[in-house]
């Protein structure tokens, strides 16, 4: 085999993460030696990805747009994985009950929100200023924000095929955005907590760390033939084959039984792979804890110390890559509506964010608005990010709870589904997709604050 720097195959992964490493570095310099950077919060993952997106446009580096792809994509589910493996304490499942259909009614009302807020911009543009405009373009909105790009890849290509002239573009360019104010607005909202004393004393203060937040008397021994990080390294990526493997053969089952539904819903599986990963993580922290109540092993191999720190490198991992990948020219002739819908939707969202929060997330609103605003704007990635800034050892529910309320999310959003393909038909189904969307954003509202509404601790 050729080692040499003629093999593109061989070297092209190495020189893509050395570009993040890099960038990395250079990141955490900056903030480390320029009080302005460090007094701003901003992660060091979302400088770093600005800095990348930076050198791509200037020629410094030339990114691989399909790897930083895969990687933002594999670095979710990674991420999400170390998470569910942790060993909960009694208190964060005592605040878990409940909290998943909650998480799901907020999400989804969200994207309603999004949805109707996006529809009134683009129906009233196509019947003044601009009126060649695809008036259910509004809906890219919350594919955009609400579910990131791949459901708004897939949805601007397919209006695109309807009459939307750049359809598949102007979905991503949203999408990118998205992920933008997710990081800029969230800091900016993260400085304002923190000026105004509502982030907790351990997101802003060092805490002093016992041997016992590093490894607890029931693991096994530090002193093993087998590094402990090889061993929380090897269950994420087993979970993840099984995840591939789960995924796999639901898709092959839907399309065996339709191909019409398998169009819809396969890319809906793989989008949310994640969830899935998840789920089949929690199922394997269940195993091990009935084995070892069956005395057939000892030791609790999960350790939480690590397991958070490698969700945190593939978070950072995936940030970078996420940021550094977005095409700015994907905007091109819909300027207007696409600077509209993006400013417009994120006020909105922010605002809907703060009420309903509020509503559900009593005992840690903040961290539940900070982490869902992320989430609602950009992308999983972003809410976890951000949430890190205000509660950095992840000692509320919040970070659970943009998985759980994801998985609900998936069931309640179903309707969603059925909105996009309508409103695309004509003028007509186009209004009544805004009226339809209106009314199950009422009976969401309702159910937030019915079921939602519980004494604070």
């Known amino acids: 085999m050729d080692y040499s ?5 061989v070297w092209n992964v190495v020189i893509q993460f050395g570009y993040i490493a890099a960038v990395i570095l250079i990141a955490n310099f900056v903030r480390q030696k320029f009080s302005l950077v460090r007094k701003s919060m901003m992660p060091v993952a979302v400088l770093a990805g600005f800095l990348l997106l930076i050198a ?5 580096a030339k990114i691989n747009q ?6 933002t994509y594999h670095g979710i589910a990674l991420g999400f994985i170390a998470m569910s493996l942790r060993v909960p304490d009694k208190a964060m499942q005592e605040a878990q009950k409940g909290a998943g259909f909650k998480s799901g009614a907020v999400i989804v009302s969200t994207y309603m929100v999004q949805g109707v807020t996006g529809l009134i911009i683009t ?4 019947y003044t200023i601009m009126p060649k405009m695809f008036k259910a373009a509004g809906l890219l909105l919350p594919m955009g924000y609400g579910q990131g790009p791949g459901q708004a890849n897939n949805i601007g290509a397919s209006y695109q095929s309807l009459g939307f002239e750049g359809g598949h573009s102007f979905g991503l360019a949203i999408a990118a955005m998205g992920y933008v104010i997710a990081c800029v607005v969230g800091v900016i909202m993260l400085n304002i907590l ?3 004393g509502r982030m907790r004393k351990d997101a802003v203060q060092d805490e002093v760390y016992t041997a016992d937040f590093f490894h607890s008397k029931d693991e096994m021994p530090i002193s093993e033939s087998i590094d402990k990080l090889s061993v929380q390294l090897a269950m994420i990526v087993l979970v993840y084959v099984v995840t591939y493997l789960v995924s796999r053969g639901i898709t092959s089952g839907i399309s065996a ?3 019409g539904l398998a169009g819809t819903v396969n890319t809906l599986i793989w989008g949310f792979n994640f969830i899935i990963g998840s789920a089949l993580a929690m199922l394997l922290r269940v195993i091990l804890e009935k084995l070892r109540a069956g005395k057939i092993i000892e030791r609790q191999y999960q350790n939480n110390y690590l397991l958070n720190r490698l969700s945190g490198l593939f978070f950072d991992m995936m940030i970078v890559a996420g940021i550094a990948g977005i095409n700015i020219e994907d905007i091109r002739g819909l300027v207007l509506p696409f600077i509209l819908l993006t400013v417009v939707g994120a006020i909105t969202t922010w605002i809907h964010l703060t009420r309903v929060c509020k509503a559900v997330y ?3 609103y903040y961290e539940g608005l900070i982490s869902m605003f992320g989430m609602l704007t950009g992308t999983i990635s972003s809410g976890v990010i951000l949430l890190r800034e205000i509660d950095p050892g992840m000692k509320t529910p919040a970070a659970n709870n943009l998985v759980t309320g994801s998985s609900f999310g998936i069931l309640l959003g179903a309707p969603v589904l059925v909105l996009v393909g309508l409103a695309p038909k004509s003028n007509l189904l186009c209004f009544v997709t805004l009226v339809l969307a209106a009314i199950y954003l009422a009976v969401l509202l309702f159910l937030i ?3 939602g509404n519980r004494k604070a601790r």
Request: positive net charge.
């Open 362 to 364: 009593k005992d840690y």
């Open 449 to 451: 604050y019915k079921v």
């Open 66 to 71: 399909d790897f930083m792809e895969i990687l």
């Open 123 to 126: 129906i009233l543009l196509g």
């Open 194 to 196: 923190r000026k105004h």
């Open 257 to 259: 039984i339709s191909e």
């Open 56 to 60: 791509k446009y200037i020629g410094i």
């Open 5 to 9: 720097a003629s093999n593109n195959m």
